[in-house]
């Protein structure tokens, strides 16, 4: 592809946290605008090489983070800091009215019964907390509370037929609030 083509987007940051996940600067593009995008080129040495993107999200504090394929820890990502970031022709903003993370009421989830992938069976979902842009299902089983962050890495499944709700959680998580 003719690097006369690519879009210009920002440049990335620090490493954020510790999954390999970067801090993107964005100049004078929204994060809807590449949405669509897959892929991203990024500079270096001179050459604009492509970084499949696994995940993408906005961040009240970085801007936007970015998780790229392959690149798993902080040391991974480090040579990528204050690269600059391109986007390919074609990249499409989603359907008017279409949100990623839009379609379900976190409060349709209440009285649900959580699996875990690999923890097996966590509880029911008895609440939410968390903030609008960030929900948190409360799912309990006997004394035990555990909060699990609804984003879409962690929800698996949803049967909102037999009331099953299939998560992710991330290593450590459920062993935090079971107190192992």
Request: charged share 25%.
């Amino acid at each position: 592809m003719p690097y006369s083509k690519l879009h210009p987007v920002g440049s990335l940051g620090k490493p954020w946290g510790n999954r390999g996940e970067l801090a993107l600067r964005l100049d004078g593009i929204n994060l809807a605008e590449i949405h669509g995008a897959g892929v991203l080129f990024v500079e270096l040495d001179g050459s604009r090489v492509p970084f499949f993107i696994s995940h993408i999200h906005e961040h009240p504090r970085a801007g936007a983070v970015v998780k790229f394929e392959d690149i798993d820890n902080p040391q991974a990502a480090a040579f990528l800091v204050n690269a600059p970031v391109f986007a390919p022709p074609g990249h499409e903003l989603p359907p008017e009215g279409e949100d990623e993370e839009e379609g379900l009421d976190p409060e349709e989830l209440i009285g649900m019964h959580v699996l875990d992938e690999e923890h097996g069976p966590l509880g029911e979902v008895v609440g939410t907390d968390g903030t609008e842009d960030h929900p948190v299902m409360v799912v309990r089983h006997g004394d035990h509370e555990i909060l699990i962050p609804m984003v879409e890495q962690m929800v698996v499944g949803i049967d909102l037929d037999s009331g099953h709700l299939v998560v992710r959680t991330p290593p450590g998580l459920v062993e935090l609030y079971r107190g192992h």
